[in-house]
């Protein structure tokens, strides 16, 4: 069992930065790969970006690519999505996500594990 609290949301003008955190239980969390999904008002859920137990490998969403970066600290079970240079559309709710060993890293359906969300809001 895995729980997961985000934090770190806010009110942010475009193109400023913001660093989300998601902070999880359990005692074997660098067995678990992370991911971070949004999802904005009338939309579906998308995947943003995702890191295996290591921190070896991580994988980012086309639309995000290049502006932000997903980190892990196993030492203090903590998971990081910093964002910069954030755009109007990058406005949405931000969720955590956990999984063993998901089949697909940009599938939501593969991450049992999940957080109650952090809301992001890039004005212009």
């Known amino acids: 069992q895995v729980q997961l609290v985000e934090s770190g949301g806010g009110l942010v003008q475009a193109g400023g930065s913001l660093r989300l955190s998601c902070a999880a239980s359990?005692?074997?969390?660098?067995?678990?790969?992370m991911a971070w999904f949004r999802q904005a008002p009338g939309k579906e859920r998308e995947f943003v970006a995702a890191?295996?137990?290591?921190?070896?490998?991580?994988i980012y969403a086309d639309s995000v690519k290049g502006r932000f970066t997903i980190s892990r600290d196993n030492a203090k079970n903590m998971v990081y999505l910093q964002m910069n240079s954030l755009k109007l559309e990058d406005t949405a709710a931000y969720f955590c996500a956990a999984d063993i060993r998901p089949t697909r890293w940009e599938a939501d359906r593969d991450y049992n594990y999940w957080g109650q969300g952090t809301q992001v809001t890039v004005s212009s």
């Open positions: 359990g005692r074997i969390f660098s067995s678990y790969a």
């Open positions: 890191v295996t137990g290591s921190g070896g490998m991580t």
